[in-house]
């Protein structure tokens, strides 16, 4: 069976998934782009923006590990779009005409929408699922590759919670946020299911992952 992913995953140290405040001109709320900088100084963000330099390293290696062998997206309303996006039909998510996920891709809404196909491979299913019922679809879509689930901090948390994610790669900025959506609430002892390893980098961020002990 394939395996269940969660790659990239920026917390702040108070561990907040994303600011509060989401909206059309904040899509990480009052967090704005901190907790991603490490990310997008890499050498794999510039070249996915189609811009030269950026920076190698610990980082950078982690980045890269994004898509790897990843067939499906499933990710929550408030990633596909700022609050109220369901009552726009012309809503198409925040990545333009060619979203950077070339995969199939689930949101989880409360308000389901005919599904939208972009360029580059991605195409967006609207489901109102829970996690085993969501995660079987996409598994179907993959066609034996993994599934990765995208964020926001809740829906993560709720992958977590009922056991279904085999890999978890967690960055842990050093900022305090203090408010906003919080990863790790209702998961004590999640660690004893997993290997955890950390590693830190130059830039200042922990690079934090949980792979599932058989």
Not at 83 to 111: I, N, Y
Request: hydrophobic share 40%.
């Amino acid at each position: 069976m394939s395996l269940c992913h969660v790659h990239n995953f920026s917390v702040s140290l108070d561990g907040f998934g994303t600011g509060e405040g989401q909206s059309l001109d904040a899509p990480f709320g009052h967090a704005g782009e901190r907790l991603h900088e490490w990310m997008f100084a890499t050498r794999w963000w510039h070249e996915m923006t189609g811009r030269a330099g950026g920076t190698g390293g610990l980082d950078d290696a982690f980045a890269r590990r994004f898509a790897a062998g990843i067939g499906a997206e499933i990710m929550g309303a408030g990633k596909f779009g700022p609050p109220g996006w369901h009552e726009d039909p012309e809503w198409r998510g925040w990545w333009g005409a060619d979203p950077p996920f070339h995969t199939p891709a689930f949101v989880l809404t409360r308000h389901p929408r005919p599904s939208i196909e972009m360029e580059g491979g991605t195409t967006f299913h609207f489901l109102d699922a829970t996690p085993d019922e969501a995660l079987a679809a996409a598994r179907e879509a993959a066609g034996g590759k993994d599934v990765r689930i995208g964020g926001g901090p809740a829906v993560v948390r709720d992958f977590l919670a009922a056991r279904l994610i085999d890999h978890l790669h967690v960055v842990v900025v050093p900022i305090l946020l203090g408010r906003g959506v919080r990863l790790w609430d209702g998961l004590e002892g999640l660690e004893k299911d997993y290997a955890v390893e950390t590693v830190s980098s130059p830039s200042g961020v922990t690079h934090v992952t949980f792979t599932r002990m058989a």
